[in-house]
């Protein structure tokens, strides 16, 4: 299973809003819900920020967003805050009944 | 809370095999299943595979069968993930993190703190 396509970076700044891209498949990305994006700082374990798609967990900001179309997921974060500046992977479930995480895209806070 | 904390670094030989532990705690064990992933230095995350600590059944990663066991003691609520015939490029942070039950399949909503492996003659 090939990783899912994301930009290696993306920048903004502060108050500002910038979204990151996870291409896939039709068996994957485009052909389940099943989307996640994770926010993981250097030397830190990840944190899941999105589910199915767009759905936050408790506690993440609604300034974090997700969206789906066709094959492409998309995390938008509006507001941008220093804090925001880390690496962001998307992952999906798969046909093959695994999931598979994209290459990771490094946001940078201007 | 949720915990889930591994065990300490590693530093092993090409060709040995590497066994990282991951104690849960603040919820039940057996009622979610268990992922490892892990991060070579300055990459992305790749996925290994699951263990489901009801049953012990496990679903790895092609790219790593053959190679990985994971296996779960019940009585200590703690996950395995053993790598065997170690290669450099095996050098890493292994992470587990829990499925979250009630979302989509493959969402990991714990993560442990991760255990550095390094693999060098």
């Known amino acids: 299973q090939s990783a899912l396509t994301q930009p290696a970076s993306v920048s903004g700044s502060p108050g500002q809003s910038i979204t990151i891209s996870c291409t896939g498949t039709s068996s994957d990305v485009g052909g389940y819900n099943y989307v996640s994006w994770y926010q993981q700082h250097p030397g830190k374990a990840p944190k899941l920020m999105i589910y199915e798609v767009s759905n936050r967990p408790s506690g993440v900001p609604d300034r974090f967003s997700g969206s789906k179309s066709g094959n492409t997921a998309s995390l938008t974060i509006s507001g941008l805050q220093a804090e925001d500046e880390a690496d962001y992977y998307c992952s999906s479930y798969t046909s093959s009944s695994t999931p598979v995480f994209g290459g990771g895209t490094k946001l940078t806070v201007l | 809370q949720v915990q889930l904390v591994q065990s300490g670094a590693e530093v092993k030989k090409p060709g040995a095999s590497v066994k990282v532990s991951c104690k849960a705690s603040?919820?039940?064990?057996?009622?979610?299943?268990m992922h490892w992933v892990r991060q070579a230095p300055g990459q992305g995350l790749e996925w290994m595979g699951w263990?489901?600590?009801?049953?012990?059944?496990?679903n790895y990663a092609q790219k790593f069968q053959g190679r990985v066991t994971m296996t779960r003691d019940t009585s200590i609520s703690t996950a395995y993930m053993e790598l065997s015939r170690l290669r450099s490029d095996d050098t890493a942070v292994y992470y587990c993190a829990r499925e979250w039950v009630g979302a989509a399949a493959g969402t990991l909503d714990y993560w442990g703190q991760g255990t550095l492996v390094t693999v060098s003659s």
């Open positions: 603040g919820y039940t064990f057996t009622g979610y299943y």
């Open positions: 263990i489901n600590p009801n049953s012990g059944g496990t």
